[in-house]
């Protein structure tokens, strides 16, 4: 009791080296904080609209749901706008899909900017977005964006080129680990890249070309680069090897 009623005493005529500090920083747009500001490009006073194919195409697959679920065709129903938007969800298009889904405008927002599908400011024709996580960044990933980017005029990922054809991303793990590194142009993957085949797809794209997707180093899908190495032998054929009854 007596040390502890001293050390009291002691904090208590012993003024704090230590001070609670406050400090704010200054507002900056971003993105990343989920927000949207209105802006010429981007507003609910812009209009938009499915196209007859596109609202047949939405009315399909509205029509899978029960009627009182059908708010859970927001996500088809917001790719289908994006890409009737020319790869972005504006204000306008989330404002749509909420009325024609009869939800509350906040919950098609939310939807919206939780998925990273879902790109809320305009982008490229062409949408590149390399893979840099783990798998990818063992086999040059680094390598491989420093190269996109170069390639692209020298621009800094999450930018545009000036042409309007290219917008680049660094993304996190696109589920092609086997065949990494690898980026995603699009809507296509193309994987076992290496700096020449990395320009070399670029350069397909710039001459508004489509180049084969899938790994460009010349194996099939994810076969081993080694070769076969099991099932190696003649499979076998209907009633081999089972009991006489099975035969």
């Given at each position: ?44 006073k812009i209009p938009f609209a499915f196209t007859g194919d596109n609202m047949k195409r939405a009315e399909e697959i509205i029509s899978r749901y029960p ?60 949408f590149v977005q390399v893979c840099t996580t783990t798998p990818c960044m063992l086999r040059g990933s680094t390598e491989i964006l420093n190269t996109v ?92 090897f089972c009991t006489p009854e099975f035969s």
């Open positions: 009791m007596l040390v502890t009623s001293l050390l009291r005493r002691s904090a208590a005529s012993t003024p704090s080296v230590f001070g609670r500090a406050f400090s704010n920083s200054c507002a900056r747009h971003s993105d990343a904080l989920f927000m949207h500001r209105d802006t010429e490009y981007n507003n609910p009627p009182q679920y059908k708010k859970a065709a927001v996500i088809p129903l917001l790719d289908i706008g994006q890409r009737q938007n020319k790869g972005w969800t504006s204000i306008s298009v989330m404002n749509y899909v909420a009325k024609l889904l009869e939800m509350a405008p906040m919950r098609v927002y939310e939807v919206a900017t939780f998925y990273t599908m879902f790109n809320r400011e305009p982008i490229g024709e062409n980017c170069s390639q692209l005029g020298g621009i800094t990922p999450g930018a545009t080129t000036n042409d309007g054809k290219f917008t680049v991303i660094e993304v996190e793990c696109q589920g092609a680990c086997s065949n990494a590194p690898m980026m995603v142009v699009n809507d296509d993957f193309y994987e076992d890249l290496t700096p020449a085949t990395t320009k070399k797809v670029l350069e397909a794209f710039a001459k508004g070309q489509k180049p084969k997707p899938g790994p460009q180093s010349g194996r099939k899908t994810s076969e081993n680069s080694a070769g076969l190495t099991s099932l190696t032998s003649k499979p076998y054929g209907p009633g081999e």
